[in-house]
Structure formats: C-alpha cells, structure tokens
C-alpha cells in the first residue's frame, strides 16, 4: 500500500547523508519533498501541511542527539510524527465488563464490512473468545447469505432470522434494528461474550444510511462502533470519516484492502483529522489476513526500517513447538539435515502465509522489491512435489538419486529434470551449512557462535599454513615421505615419557649440561 511513499522518503533520506550539519536550506529542502511525498499519497491538505510544519520546527529546534548524525536525526523525527498521525499508539477493543462485548460495523458499501466481520470473529475467537455474528444487513442483495458463507468459513455461528433481498429489484421488508436487538439477546442466551453486528452500508453518505445506522446503535449501545474505511478511496476518505463520526459517533477505525497498490494516503488522514484511532488492519482476502494495527510498526514499514516484531509474533503463533524442540535436538545432536526435514521446515513456513508479506517485513526490503513481487509462491508447492515424489531411503540419502532416479521424480512431480538438479544443489549447500554450525564453525565469514567451539577458530590466521603439494611427482613423493616421517615421530613421541619422549631413549648429552651435572639424572 506505501510502497510509492516509502520510495520517495527513502530517496529523500538518502540526499542528506555524508552532511556533518543541516543548514535551514537543507531542511527545507526536505520537508519540501516530504510534502509532495504526502500528497502525491492521497494524504489530506491540513494533515500534511500540519506535518510538514512540525518537522520543520524539530528539525530547526535544539533536538540534538549525541548518537545520531543530522540525516538520521531527520528520519528519528519523520519516524515519531508518523507515529503521531497513526494514533500514537495501539489502541484494543474494549470489553465490557458484564454480559456481552458489543461490537457495531459501519462504513460505506463496498468498504468490505461483511468479509471484515468474519475476519473479526475468528480473530476474536483466536483470543479466546466465543463470538456470534448477527447479520443486520437486510438491503444489500445477498448480504445475509454471504455473511453466514464467511461465518461458516470462521468457525463462528451467524444469527440471521431475516433472509434480506436477492435481488436489487426487491423491497427490503426487514427491520434491521429489530433484528440487531434480537441478535444481542440471542448472545446472552446461549452465553456467547462478543457479538458482532454487521450493519447495512450505502454506495454515498445519505441521511437515510446514517439514521438508520444511529438507531441500531442507540437500540444495542455497543461497546465498540468500529467505522471500515476502504484503504484506496484517496480524498475523500477524510469527508466520508468526519460524516460517519458525525452520525454515529465511532470509537475506531479498521483499514481495509490495506494490500491494494493505491497510495494510501487514507491511513494517514483518518485518525488525524477524527483524533480516533486505527484499531485494525485488513491485509488480503483470507480470514486471517487481518491484524492489530500498531502505529510504531506501520511507521517503521513506511520508512523502510522493516517489522520484525511483527514477523516474530507471526511466527510464534504458527510455528510448530514440538517440531522446533525435534530440530533443535537433532541440530544439538550433529545429526544429518534430511530432506525430511527440509520438508517440514517448508511446511512451517507455508503456515506463516505468505513468503512476499514476511520478506517485505524485514529491514531494507524496499530496496529488493522488484525482485519480491516476481517472485512465484508456487515455487514452494514444486519443491515439495519434488520431495514428495523421491522414496524414503532417497530422502534420507540423496547422493543415491543418479540420473534416472532424477528423471523419475521430475516425471512424478511434473518438473523438469534441471529443477530436481537445482534443488538437490541448494539442498546439498544447505547441508553442509547446517554441519558447519552444528560442529561449531560458525556461518562462513562469520565467527564461531558462543558455546559451539567456533571461538577455537581466533587463532586460525596465526597458525601455520599447511604447504602446498607441489606438482612434480619426484617433489611430491619426497613431501609425502617428509610428512610421514614427522608423523611417525610425533607418534613415537606420544607413547612415550609425559614430556614427550621415552625415559629409555633419553641421552642427556643431547641437552649441553655443564660437566658432571648427568649424574643429578640418573644416568
């Protein structure tokens, strides 16, 4: 969604480094370009010519860390007023402390409000909760019916005793209020804690939605009113937000289609201009795209300065315990890394979702995301098509798989021989990676990792080079016979005395005493 504005503030970051100062020009010169950042964003006016105005007075301020040069010292700024504009900080919903959470979607149609709820409800009930859908939307055409698809699709039971119309060329006949107050008694009966109402929408703020919307929320008073804003509306976002605030008073805000390309700039202006705060965000068409919006992060993305603690939470959430503590162990143990393995690991990852999403939530993907965004997500699906297709043994030994074996599992996975090639090429890489830093030798390039004896490896650039075999085979011969002969000794030497050598071969006229001093050892 920020891709353009995360390019043009990181193009002008990157015009200030090397500076030892700022002067008042160079400043200008920057916020000028962050202000046709912004607007180029779809970000309102008054939003952004309030933004630019604070940076500029920051940045021409005393503020002045020891730690951070003048550029860096700019993008701190940036960072921390984007924060600002984003709602400050992550705002959950709030419970109620007896009988049901009530929870009242509005927004326009269109906006995705029906998908957004069933997102909602298993998010809700992934926290523990027993939540229930109530569909009050009786005019769309079909809403009713979608909504109890995506309830089924949650997990969640849907509450709809009015069918609502199938068609545009029917009369809605319902009563949406009345359905919404049944919906809540219906929570408290069957003691479900959280009860999300789905309300009707408009094509344009009119006064017939807004009314109808305000007597739902007056009939059920619900704890939270959260407003869906479609991310790609552009301007008008801020008169659409203002109007819904004006009509039903919400208490939050949920960006949806926030995986669109458009440039986003309703995210930027909502919660600024109706000082609510952005609760959630709605990242793809699956249920579980779908996340708690946290300022902080959503800044930190914008800049390019990545959200690895978001990738962290992600991967807590679906990675598999016990077969991490299975790796762990049999990396502990310096067991051979099987394509078994290697299978599950793809596994793992599949369930985190998407590899793209994950990739651009590191540090510095800006800067690669021509080359994410061709990259194909089922190539994972071919790699264990690959796996799938060899026998148990071959897994386990892949040196076995010769020629035919290979065209075998291309032939059973429908790939080309080169693709089987290329993956027992990576794999093999991958083996020997996973030797090395289970022995202890560290990443290459890398130092040895604490408590796996890749600290023994310090010294490795003063001890003696090992002498090249020379190619003569007379030269060769004589090395190999030199180096036999020191082996040997040093074996000798081994058997022997503590010291190093045996007490009955031991001549003391070797080691130039003083005269009569021979007799002190023994001989």
């Known amino acids: 969604m920020f891709n353009s504005l995360s390019d043009r503030l990181t193009a002008t970051f990157k015009n200030l480094r090397g500076k030892g100062r700022l002067s008042e020009a160079d400043v200008d010169a920057t916020v000028r370009e962050i202000r046709r950042a912004l607007l180029d964003a779809d970000v309102a ?26 550029s860096q010292q700019i993008v701190k700024i940036v960072n921390e007023e984007l924060v600002e504009i984003l709602g400050g900080e992550t705002r959950r919903i709030r419970l109620a402390k007896t009988g049901p959470t009530i929870i009242m979607l509005a927004g326009l149609q ?53 069918p609502g119309t199938t068609s545009d060329l029917e009369t809605p006949t319902g009563d949406p209020v009345a359905v919404a107050k049944s919906g809540v008694e219906e ?26 919307a305000r007597r739902i929320r007056q009939a059920i008073i619900p704890n939270e009113v959260l407003f869906v804003i479609d991310s790609m509306i552009g301007q ?19 960006l949806s289609k926030l995986d669109g390309d458009a440039r986003g700039g309703a995210a930027l202006s909502v919660s600024s201009v109706t000082g609510k705060p952005v609760m959630f965000a709605s990242t793809g068409e699956n249920l579980d795209d779908f996340e708690l919006f946290h300022p902080d992060r959503m800044a930190s993305r914008i800049l390019d300065m990545g959200d690895v603690l978001s990738l962290i939470e992600q991967a807590e959430k679906n990675w598999d315990k016990d077969e991490a503590a ?32 994950m990739l651009m939530m590191m540090p510095g993907a800006q800067n690669i995301r021509q080359q994410l965004e061709q990259f194909d997500e089922r190539e994972i699906d071919r790699v264990e098509a690959i796996v799938r297709s060899m026998t148990p043994h071959e897994r386990v030994a892949p040196k076995i798989i010769n020629g035919s074996r290979r065209a075998r599992i291309a032939r059973g996975s429908g790939v080309h021989v080169s693709e089987v090639n290329g993956l027992l090429e990576r794999f093999a890489q991958a083996q020997k990676m996973m030797k090395k830093l289970a022995q202890g030798g560290g990443m290459p390039g890398m130092p040895g990792m604490p408590g796996m004896g890749g600290g023994a490896r310090k010294g490795a650039k003063n001890a003696p080079k090992k002498k090249a075999r020379s190619g003569n085979p007379a030269k060769a011969a004589q090395q190999l016979r030199e180096a036999e002969a020191k082996r040997n000794a040093a074996s000798s030497a081994a058997s022997g005395a503590a010291f190093g050598q045996g007490a009955a071969d031991f001549d003391p006229s070797q080691l130039n005493l003083p005269k009569g001093f021979d007799k002190f050892l023994g001989k």
């Open 236 to 254: 008008d976002a801020v008169n659409t937000a203002l109007a819904f605030d004006e009509g039903v008073n919400f208490t939050g805000i949920v």
């Open 187 to 212: 929570a408290r009966q069957k003691l479900h804690d959280v009860v999300i109402v789905d309300t009707a929408g408009r094509l344009g703020v009119d006064a017939e939605m807004m009314d109808q």
């Open 110 to 162: 269109g906006a995705g409000k029906t998908t957004l709820a069933g997102k909602l409800a298993k998010w809700m009930k992934a926290q523990g909760h027993s939540p229930i859908l109530v569909a009050a939307d009786l005019q769309r055409p079909n809403a009713v019916t979608q909504l109890q698809v995506v309830g089924g699709r949650a997990g969640v039971p849907v509450f709809a005793p009015h």
């Open 326 to 357: 299975r790796m762990a162990k049999k990396f502990a143990d310096q067991e051979d890394f099987t394509l078994d393995d290697f299978l599950a690991q793809m596994q793992q990852i599949r369930k985190m979702g998407s590899m793209k999403k």
């Open 45 to 70: 006016v008054p939003v952004v010519r309030e933004f630019a105005g604070r940076i500029r007075e920051r940045a021409l301020g005393a503020e002045v860390s020891a730690a951070l040069n003048p």
